[in-house]
């Protein structure tokens, strides 16, 4: 396979999010890394988020559940890899099942007062990230998700 060949493959099956808060680093990795904050933001509009536990460290792992504005529950459990405040942070997002549908890393970039936060999500294969992408939602969702988290963190700062 060549260099252009790995790179298209990898880029079909990656999401990538950026967005830049006008709020510091320090309070913007705190705002998604503990569960009073997390609870207020996290997830897409209309959803909601109860955290059953939440260990953000590396071996540690975030069992959830996002509640639906429709009622539907989605049980979600996420393992750490590495947790380098307040720069980094890589996982394993999965459901409860136990079975790990997609890599993500996060960044946490400051530029001055402000943050950019870059989130990359590395599926298995493209088709199983087309399939969030078309079943979940899954790019607006993260949209609107950082978008709940400028709102919450901008307030706080």
């Given at each position: 396979?060549?260099?252009?060949?790995?790179?298209?493959?990898?880029?079909?099956?990656t999401i990538v999010q950026t967005r830049?808060?006008?709020?510091?680093?320090?309070?913007?990795?705190?705002?998604?890394?503990?569960?009073?904050?997390?609870?207020?933001?996290?997830?897409?509009?209309?959803?909601t988020t109860t955290t059953h536990a939440?260990?953000?460290?590396?071996?540690?792992?975030?069992?959830?559940?996002?509640?639906?504005?429709?009622?539907?529950?989605?049980?979600?459990?996420?393992?750490?890899?590495?947790?380098?405040?307040?720069?980094?942070?890589?996982?394993?997002?999965?459901?409860?099942?136990?079975?790990?549908?997609?890599?993500?890393?996060?960044?946490?970039?400051e530029i001055g007062a402000q943050t950019?936060?870059?989130?990359?999500?590395?599926?298995?294969?493209?088709?199983?990230?087309?399939?969030?992408?078309?079943?979940?939602?899954?790019?607006?969702?993260?949209?609107?998700?950082?978008?709940?988290?400028?709102?919450?963190?901008?307030?706080?700062?």
């Amino acid at each position: 396979m060549s260099l252009n060949a790995a790179r298209n493959d990898d880029e079909a099956r990656t999401i990538v999010q950026t967005r830049v808060f006008n709020a510091p680093r320090e309070l913007v990795f705190e705002a998604w890394t503990t569960p009073e904050h997390v609870a207020q933001w996290f997830g897409p509009e209309g959803f909601t988020t109860t955290t059953h536990a939440m260990d953000v460290r590396a071996g540690g792992e975030w069992r959830f559940i996002m509640h639906g504005p429709d009622g539907t529950d989605y049980p979600n459990h996420i393992w750490y890899d590495e947790v380098t405040p307040p720069e980094r942070m890589a996982y394993r997002h999965g459901g409860d099942d136990g079975i790990v549908s997609f890599s993500v890393t996060v960044t946490f970039e400051e530029i001055g007062a402000q943050t950019r936060l870059t989130m990359i999500s590395l599926f298995p294969t493209a088709e199983a990230r087309d399939f969030v992408v078309e079943k979940y939602g899954a790019i607006e969702g993260g949209r609107q998700t950082l978008a709940r988290l400028a709102q919450y963190v901008e307030k706080q700062s």
